[in-house]
């Protein structure tokens, strides 16, 4: 879910070497003069039509997924994000017969949504199929029962042709797991892909994405939150951690278009996904909104 203002190239610095080897060493991100890093070994390291994928095995975190040499996930921290993401907007929608998520490749976001029971058909549109096969191949757990669930339709292609093209009120949830706003996942993050985001999302329905970093992408991140609020209405912004990512501290945003519904997670819901949840919870959720920090709220109400 990465990197777009580091100091240094988008690549991982493998202390270890080549990296296609397979010896112990580090595997660093860089980012505006911090590396963030597990000690581990490169698994798979190549490129595919879009973007360098590398794939290790960590002593830390169990195996993991960068993308251009930005972490994106690993076996023992993955619950953080994907937990964090799926569950306010899920547990909160008028509706969830109907369900969109942007990227996702790693399967996380995809296994946690089709938990709820209500979900009738999840569309998952991910633009490179070779993340979805390493994926599969080497982080199962994952994806888990979600790759073999029949209410599942995998799409390999362009998520912002697919949000212009799709009917209007489509979607009661749209949930956007992509990389950071540059590379594939360039325009995932502008105001003609979240109007269209808007436009096929169903009344009652709920909107979520990623939202970088409050530290180490602040601006970035001010300005989303920004934009999401003007195109949809009403747009929060969620703070949790994912300790692999640059500064550990993360957001995501929720979106809806009639109030502040992302809020209010209905009890039913709750009682069927909380209990087996590591991190979601309707207390954690409620500190979670309420955790902006106070330069934050000064930028985002001035």
């Known amino acids: 879910m990465r990197d777009l203002a580091s100091d240094q190239p988008n690549q991982a610095n493998l202390s270890m070497g080549s990296p296609s080897t397979s010896t112990s060493g580090w595997i660093d991100e860089h980012?505006?003069?911090?590396?963030?890093?597990?000690?581990?070994?490169?698994?798979?390291?190549e490129h595919s039509p879009f973007q360098r994928i590398t794939v290790i095995e960590s002593s830390r975190y169990g195996k993991g997924l960068l993308l251009d040499g930005c972490w994106m996930t690993a076996e023992h921290q993955e619950r953080h994000y994907h937990e964090s993401l799926v569950h306010p907007a899920l547990c909160s929608a008028a509706q969830l017969e109907r369900v969109l998520v942007i990227g996702g490749g790693d399967g996380g976001t995809a296994r946690e949504c089709l938990r709820h029971q209500e979900v009738k058909q999840l569309e998952m549109v991910e633009i490179d199929r070779r993340v979805v096969e390493l994926s599969q191949e080497h982080l199962p757990s994952l994806g888990g029962s979600a790759w073999s669930d029949p209410r599942l339709q995998l799409e390999i292609g362009d998520g912002i042709a697919w949000v212009a093209n799709a009917a209007d009120s489509s979607y009661d949830v749209i949930l956007v797991d992509g990389s950071d706003p540059a590379g594939p996942a360039e325009g995932l993050f502008n105001k003609a892909f979240f109007e269209h985001c808007r436009r096929i999302l169903k009344p009652g329905g709920i909107f979520a994405t990623q939202s970088e970093s409050p530290e180490a992408f602040q601006q970035v991140h001010i300005d989303m939150?920004?934009?999401?609020?003007?195109?949809?209405?009403?747009?929060?912004?969620?703070y949790g951690w994912v300790p692999m990512y640059p500064?550990?501290?993360?957001?995501?945003?929720?979106?809806?278009?009639?109030?502040?519904?992302?809020?209010?997670?209905?009890?039913?819901?709750?009682?069927?996904?909380?209990?087996?949840?590591?991190?979601?919870?309707?207390?954690?959720?409620?500190?979670?909104?309420?955790?902006?920090?106070?330069?934050?709220?000064?930028?985002?109400?001035?």
């Open 225 to 238: 939150v920004r934009l999401i609020r003007k195109v949809f209405g009403y747009a929060d912004p969620l």
């Open 247 to 302: 500064s550990g501290w993360w957001s995501w945003t929720f979106a809806a278009t009639d109030s502040n519904r992302f809020r209010n997670p209905k009890p039913e819901r709750v009682k069927a996904i909380a209990p087996s949840c590591e991190i979601w919870s309707p207390r954690w959720q409620q500190g979670a909104f309420e955790a902006m920090p106070a330069f934050i709220e000064r930028e985002l109400i001035s």
């Open 31 to 45: 980012h505006l003069g911090v590396r963030y890093g597990l000690e581990g070994r490169i698994l798979v390291d």
